[in-house]
Structure formats: structure tokens, C-alpha cells
């Protein structure tokens, strides 16, 4: 099978949604479905051995025009803003889709990594709208849509007419089959992620990330990332070292001897669909967590698969803690990147088929 997978962007490029892509073209070989890549122009003719293409945005024509004839099926990554950074409402896109629609018979199946959400306090409440229009257009034009948390999931069944995956993002840094105990690993802390979701930890959080390294008796805080040039060298006392940016293997090998990782969170009901939540469950260490009031969803509890930062008051047993690290590994195995990539190549492959059947 040939799949074309759209995608903003792709490695080198630091991008959640493309290294997400990638890893899942790779898998997908496996299964003999061969992936072609559409994206953005970014100054490299392919990806690994993967042919890419640009993405025409000039007309909904030239869109379909540029779709290489041996292509089954399309794979659709979408969030708002990486396809029209300055509103995030991106209708080029519903009307390219929809003139390969008119024009070919090629199932459309769409991972919506993000999907649009309503924040009075953000300065851009006003667009919400028209980024809502978009989103909800593509997903009635998708003939299979695909979500990484129960919230998208619960949301889209409330209007489509279809069945829905929903597959928690696997981690991008890594996995580990079986996880070094935590009792043999250092005493450190990580703090990973994006500089924005890092810099709220320190500075909204700072109090939840002391008291989480002083009931796990942490001895290090590790950040890693790109530089917040943080003016410190120790945190509540707590040794502090600043890493920056670091490839992927070396990454994961930090975390495969760490003892637990920080996420800054404003919604536990989306956890799913965080990345870095998922790389920590990946490697086995305690994932800690910075907001304790809204609910949780997509098979995790509180207490069980992670902790929240400043809820604990008085210190937890190795067992405890490694008790924790292995629920939220299991969790983790259950959509882990070989899960998800069987789940892909079986709902591409029955969509080709339902089309053939259908033709």
C-alpha cells in the first residue's frame, strides 16, 4: 500500500507532530504500507529514504495535481496553527481535501493531534470560531478520525456518525522493555519539554517541584531542553543542572537512570496527549505532575500511574514509588509505538478495502 502522510514539518526539525509522523512511516514498513511525505518546504528532497514532497497551498488544484497517481490512501496530522501560523484556521486545507474528494477515490483518515479549545484569558479567544469551522469540517470530511485523548474522542462522537481511534501519543524519545528498578537508579529529577512548559514549572510551580524532590529524596534536578538560561545553580537546595538540548538517545538514556520526571499540566483530562507525560511512562520513572484538579481520563488515575507535585506530605517507600512507575509503564505498553503503529496499519488497511468494495 502507498500512503501519503501530510505533515507540516518533519526531522531535523524539532515538532512533536513530525517526529510522530516519521516514527510511524517507519513502522508502517513493516506492515508494507510505504509512506510519501507532503510537507512544507524545509530545504531537504526526503526524510531517511522517504520521498517528500511540498505542500501546495496556492490552490486546492495543484494540491490534488501534486498526489503521486500509486497513492491509496491519505494521512492527514492536523493541528490548527502549523497550517496557517497567523490565525490557525486553516480553510485552504478543507478545500484541498475536498477537491481530492471530488476528483479521487482515496480514503482520508485524520490524526488530530490538537483540536480546537475555547480560552477567554488567550488574546486569540476571538478566532476560536473560524479554528472550531475548520476543524469540524475536516473531521465530517475524514473517513476515519484518530485522537490521542478520551476529551477529543468524547467531543467528535457527539457530531460524526463514524467510529473514532483513540491512541494516547506514544513517546518520541524512546522506549524501554524492561525499565531499570528504581532503587538502582540516581536520585534525579527531570524536567523535560518544551521551554514554555518548562519555564511554568519554575516559575508558577517552583513550590510543588521542591516538595516532590524532598519526599523522593531527590539529590539532582536535571533540566533538558532548549536553554532557559536559568540564573541558579540549586533549587530548594536541590543541585540543578542545565543541559539544554540533547539528541534523542542521549535523552533517553538520562531518563533510563533517573528517578522521576516533572510535566507541567493545566488539564489531566488531556495527559494522554502529552508527550513528554509519555516519555517518562516510557522509561519507567515516577511521573509527577502539576495540577491535581480536573479529572483524569483515558484509563489513568491519580496516585496509581502519577503523582501530583504538591499534594504528597510526608515521603513514599521505594515500593510505593516503584509500584507507580510499573502501572504507569503497563499504561504505557498498551499504545506503546508498536500498538499504535498495528492499530494505523489496521484501520488503513480496512478503509482500502471498504473503498474497493464501494468502487
Same mark, same amino acid.
Given at each position: 500500500?502507498?500512503?501519503?502522510?501530510? /505533515?507540516?514539518?518533519?526531522?531535523?526539525?524539532? #515538532?512533536?507532530?513530525?517526529?510522530?509522523?516519521?516514527?510511524?512511516?517507519?513502522?508502517?514498513? +513493516?506492515?508494507?504500507? *510505504?509512506?510519501?511525505?507532503?510537507?512544507?518546504?524545509?530545504?531537504?528532497?526526503?526524510?531517511? #529514504?522517504?520521498? $517528500?514532497?511540498?505542500?501546495?497551498?496556492?490552490?486546492?488544484?495543484?494540491?490534488?495535481?501534486?498526489?503521486?497517481?500509486?497513492?491509496?490512501?491519505?494521512?492527514?496530522? *492536523?493541528?490548527?496553527?502549523?497550517?496557517?501560523?497567523?490565525?490557525?484556521?486553516?480553510?485552504?486545507?478543507?478545500?484541498?481535501?475536498?477537491?481530492?474528494?471530488? +476528483?479521487?477515490?482515496?480514503?482520508?483518515?485524520?490524526?488530530?493531534?490538537?483540536?480546537?479549545?475555547?480560552?477567554?484569558?488567550?488574546?486569540?479567544?476571538?478566532?476560536?470560531?473560524?479554528?472550531?469551522?475548520?476543524?469540524?469540517?475536516?473531521?465530517?470530511?475524514?473517513?476515519?478520525?484518530?485522537?490521542?485523548?478520551?476529551?477529543? &474522542?468524547?467531543?467528535? !462522537?457527539?457530531?460524526?456518525?463514524?467510529?473514532?481511534?483513540?491512541?494516547?501519543?506514544?513517546?518520541?524519545?524512546?522506549?524501554?522493555?524492561?525499565?531499570?528498578?528504581?532503587?538502582?537508579?540516581? &536520585?534525579?529529577?527531570?524536567?523535560?519539554?518544551?521551554?514554555?512548559?518548562?519555564?511554568?514549572? *519554575?516559575?508558577?510551580?517552583?513550590?510543588?517541584?521542591?516538595?516532590? /524532590?524532598?519526599?523522593?529524596?531527590?539529590?539532582?534536578? /536535571?533540566?533538558?531542553?532548549? !536553554?532557559?538560561?536559568?540564573?541558579?545553580?540549586? $533549587?530548594?537546595? $536541590?543541585?540543578?543542572? +542545565?543541559?539544554?538540548?540533547?539528541?534523542?538517545?542521549?535523552?533517553?538514556?538520562?531518563?533510563?537512570?533517573?528517578?522521576?520526571?516533572?510535566?507541567?499540566?493545566?488539564?489531566?483530562?488531556?495527559?494522554? &496527549?502529552?508527550?513528554?507525560?509519555?516519555?517518562? /511512562?516510557?522509561?519507567?520513572?515516577?511521573?509527577?505532575?502539576?495540577?491535581?484538579?480536573?479529572?483524569?481520563?483515558?484509563?489513568?488515575?491519580?496516585?496509581?500511574?502519577?503523582?501530583?507535585?504538591?499534594?504528597?506530605? +510526608?515521603?513514599?517507600?521505594?515500593?510505593?514509588?516503584?509500584?507507580?512507575?510499573?502501572?504507569?509503564?503497563?499504561?504505557?505498553?498498551?499504545?506503546?509505538?508498536?500498538?499504535?503503529?498495528?492499530?494505523?496499519?489496521?484501520?488503513?488497511?480496512?478503509?482500502?478495502?471498504?473503498?474497493?468494495?464501494?468502487?
Amino acid at each position: 500500500m502507498n500512503l501519503l502522510q501530510l /505533515c507540516p514539518r518533519l526531522p531535523p526539525a524539532i #515538532d512533536g507532530m513530525g517526529d510522530y509522523a516519521f516514527m510511524l512511516a517507519n513502522g508502517l514498513r +513493516q506492515h508494507d504500507i *510505504y509512506t510519501h511525505f507532503m510537507t512544507f518546504k524545509q530545504g531537504n528532497e526526503a526524510v531517511g #529514504d522517504f520521498p $517528500i514532497r511540498d505542500l501546495p497551498t496556492d490552490s486546492p488544484q495543484a494540491f490534488v495535481d501534486d498526489i503521486p497517481s500509486e497513492i491509496q490512501a491519505v494521512l492527514l496530522h *492536523y493541528s490548527d496553527y502549523p497550517y496557517d501560523p497567523q490565525f490557525g484556521a486553516p480553510f485552504w486545507l478543507v478545500k484541498a481535501l475536498e477537491a481530492l474528494q471530488r +476528483q479521487r477515490s482515496i480514503p482520508l483518515l485524520i490524526v488530530f493531534h490538537e483540536f480546537p479549545s475555547f480560552y477567554l484569558w488567550k488574546k486569540t479567544f476571538y478566532r476560536f470560531p473560524w479554528q472550531q469551522q475548520v476543524a469540524w469540517k475536516l473531521a465530517t470530511l475524514a473517513d476515519r478520525a484518530v485522537t490521542n485523548n478520551a476529551v477529543t &474522542k468524547t467531543l467528535l !462522537s457527539k457530531r460524526l456518525q463514524q467510529l473514532i481511534l483513540n491512541l494516547p501519543v506514544f513517546s518520541n524519545i524512546g522506549e524501554l522493555n524492561n525499565p531499570t528498578p528504581l532503587a538502582q537508579r540516581r &536520585k534525579r529529577l527531570v524536567v523535560f519539554g518544551t521551554a514554555g512548559r518548562r519555564a511554568r514549572i *519554575y516559575q508558577r510551580s517552583q513550590p510543588m517541584l521542591i516538595n516532590s /524532590c524532598q519526599l523522593l529524596g531527590i539529590e539532582e534536578i /536535571c533540566d533538558v531542553g532548549p !536553554s532557559l538560561a536559568l540564573d541558579q545553580s540549586a $533549587i530548594g537546595g $536541590i543541585s540543578l543542572v +542545565q543541559k539544554g538540548e540533547q539528541s534523542a538517545a542521549a535523552i533517553s538514556q538520562l531518563l533510563a537512570d533517573s528517578l522521576a520526571g516533572i510535566v507541567y499540566s493545566t488539564d489531566n483530562g488531556r495527559l494522554a &496527549k502529552s508527550g513528554v507525560f509519555a516519555t517518562y /511512562c516510557a522509561h519507567g520513572l515516577v511521573p509527577i505532575v502539576t495540577q491535581e484538579q480536573s479529572p483524569v481520563m483515558d484509563g489513568l488515575q491519580a496516585h496509581t500511574h502519577f503523582l501530583f507535585g504538591g499534594l504528597q506530605a +510526608q515521603a513514599l517507600s521505594m515500593e510505593r514509588l516503584q509500584a507507580i512507575a510499573l502501572d504507569a509503564h503497563q499504561w504505557y505498553n498498551q499504545h506503546n509505538q508498536t500498538n499504535t503503529v498495528k492499530a494505523f496499519a489496521s484501520e488503513l488497511t480496512q478503509l482500502i478495502t471498504s473503498k474497493l468494495l464501494i468502487d
